[in-house]
């Protein structure tokens, strides 16, 4: 099969926030998914998106399929630009399509999907130009994190305020210096987990996740924010989480939480592949949000780690995503 890999590469922030780039894929990663794909006997091309005219290439380039992992260029809903490209052109593709890519990329909306599902999710509300009052009914502990953005971007120690003047900084801060909505969510503190879905027609749930922040007490950092993800595991900055996978439940509660997370996934429209993050307190899974676009660097991304944990090593999971897509263009 001749197959093109979408991405964007990641870069300098250059006068940006430090994490501006962090949802974009290093170099190891693109190669390894290329080699995944090569090793399977298909025929590989890349594209970096921001380096052509998409339209002009794809009309120029036949293709029989785009694995894409690309996360867009500017607009509010821009890991949806590929895949309604790739539909105009009736191009098929991996993942999920343009719809449910710009629904889950923004937290608000994806949130009134999940309430109107009556799946569990932390009470919030959105705040567009900083000047809103806080709902009355908000209760502290709040976590602050734009609203369209991916990666953890933005969210760090400070992100967890416990009063209104920490609360209006952070909002402020979010708005500035992302050109974003700030989403302000009750803080459940409680068991992080994330599950992984594969999906063609059957559905194969991946073993649950558990992170583990005990340790982190060095950073002050007991969620999964962007220097979690960076740093992971250096002593040093007291980034240092445990993970278990699978997670540390009982047969009831992990029922329970594949229940959601199935949930979860079939309310955006989700295809072939998704992983939802949940906080677990008192028995209740809150769905936090639902990544359509995972993260699939082989070393350290949560998907793969939770593949593995299944017995799918990583060439077969990249070759799982792509027959699941083409499986599903066969019935459709």
């Not at 979010?174 to 559905?203: H, P, R």
Request: hydrophobic share 35%; net charge negative; glycine share 6%.
């Amino acid at each position: 099969m001749r197959i093109t890999l979408t991405y964007n590469l990641k870069q300098e922030a250059q006068g940006r926030p430090q994490d501006y780039f962090s949802e974009c894929d290093a170099p190891e990663t693109i190669e390894a998914i290329k080699e995944a794909l090569e090793s399977k006997g298909h025929k590989v091309s890349l594209l970096e998106i921001t380096s052509v005219d998409l339209i002009s290439y794809f009309k120029e380039n036949p293709v029989d399929f785009v694995f894409n992992i690309a996360e867009g260029t500017r607009s509010s809903y821009r890991e949806s630009e590929i895949p309604a490209i790739l539909s105009l052109l009736n191009i098929p593709h991996t993942g999920s399509n343009y719809l449910s890519l710009a629904l889950a990329l923004n937290k608000a909306t994806t949130k009134k999907i999940l309430k109107y599902e009556n799946i569990p999710t932390p009470e919030f509300q959105l705040f567009s130009t900083g000047n809103e009052e806080l709902r009355p009914d908000l209760k502290f502990p709040l976590i602050i994190k734009p609203n369209r953005e991916g990666s953890s971007k933005g969210i760090n120690k400070s992100s967890v305020v416990y009063d209104k003047n920490s609360m209006y900084a952070e909002i402020n801060r979010l708005i500035i210096s992302y050109n974003s909505q700030a989403l302000v969510e009750e803080f459940i503190d409680g068991k992080e987990l994330t599950v992984g879905i594969l999906e063609n027609g059957k559905m194969t749930i991946l073993p649950i996740l558990e992170i583990d922040f005990s340790s982190c007490q060095k950073s002050g950092e007991y969620f999964y924010s962007w220097r979690m993800k960076e740093f992971q595991g250096n002593a040093d900055l007291g980034l240092t989480p445990t993970f278990y996978c699978p997670a540390r439940l009982d047969e009831e509660l992990r029922k329970k939480v594949e229940r959601v997370a199935v949930r979860s996934h079939r309310a955006l429209g989700c295809h072939d592949i998704s992983r939802t993050d949940i906080r677990l307190k008192d028995g209740i899974p809150y769905v936090l949000e639902v990544n359509p676009l995972p993260g699939l660097d082989p070393l350290e991304s949560i998907f793969p780690k939770m593949a593995r944990a299944a017995g799918l090593d990583y060439p077969d999971l990249i070759e799982a995503i792509l027959l699941n897509a083409s499986e599903r263009r066969t019935v459709n």
